[in-house]
């Protein structure tokens, strides 16, 4: 674990963040704000390696190692280039090299869309946050409206996270929270996304 979360903090000190590690087994956390002292790599420790291979842009990035090989989530691309879902990007030697893996889907899933219809619509997914348990591994994202409270938090889980398995997809299994609460849209779930 300890040299799992020393090359996570030296990714995200190179991108210019901070990285937090979870307990023993759990994935390892980063975060682009303030985290204590004892997780963080200051900027002398992330000159002495360098990253090589695709780390930009990446946004809010969620790191989870599965086998050897390591996965990092990210924010979607801004007005959904890409589709503007959420990106991922692989190493296979520790997170010193990574690889432009693609994107969860290829849109925005279509109820996103619906929630937001009545007035601009989110420009990408963002802030991913990735766990596993029991097989299964659930991703969290966001969605919302710009310089408003009108956001949604929702689920997607895969049982592989290998894009090279026959299993490997990801279902959409819609909103876990939204803000405001409101009664005023009708969303019919749950819309599978491949």
């Known amino acids: 674990m300890k040299a799992a979360v020393t090359a996570c903090c030296l990714l995200v000190a190179a991108l210019g963040g901070a990285c937090q590690a ?8 980063l975060s682009p704000t303030g985290v204590p002292a004892s997780a963080s790599v200051t900027p002398a420790e992330s000159d002495r390696t360098a990253l090589a291979g695709e780390t930009s842009p990446i946004h809010d990035p969620a790191l989870i190692v599965d086998h050897d090989t390591w996965y990092v989530f990210s924010t979607g691309r801004v007005q959904r ?3 503007g879902t959420i990106q991922i990007s692989s190493s ?4 010193l090299t990574w690889a432009y893996v693609g994107t969860v889907w290829d849109r925005i899933p279509a109820w996103i869309d619906k929630r937001f219809a009545d ?3 989110p420009d990408n997914l963002w802030a991913p946050e990735i766990r596993q348990h029991g097989g299964t591994f659930y991703l969290y994202y966001s969605a919302s409206r710009f310089g408003t409270d009108e ?8 049982t592989t996270l290998d894009p090279t398995d026959p299993d490997y997809r990801w279902v959409d299994r819609g909103p876990v929270v939204t803000s405001p609460v ?3 849209v ?9």
């Open 186 to 194: 009708d969303i019919t779930l749950p819309e599978i996304v491949e």
């Open 22 to 29: 979870g307990r023993e087994g759990d994935p390892v956390t």
């Open 182 to 184: 409101t009664d005023a």
């Open 119 to 121: 007035g601009p619509l």
């Open 81 to 83: 280039e890409n589709g």
């Open 92 to 95: 296979g030697d520790h997170g």
């Open 151 to 158: 956001s949604v938090t929702a689920l997607a889980t895969n």
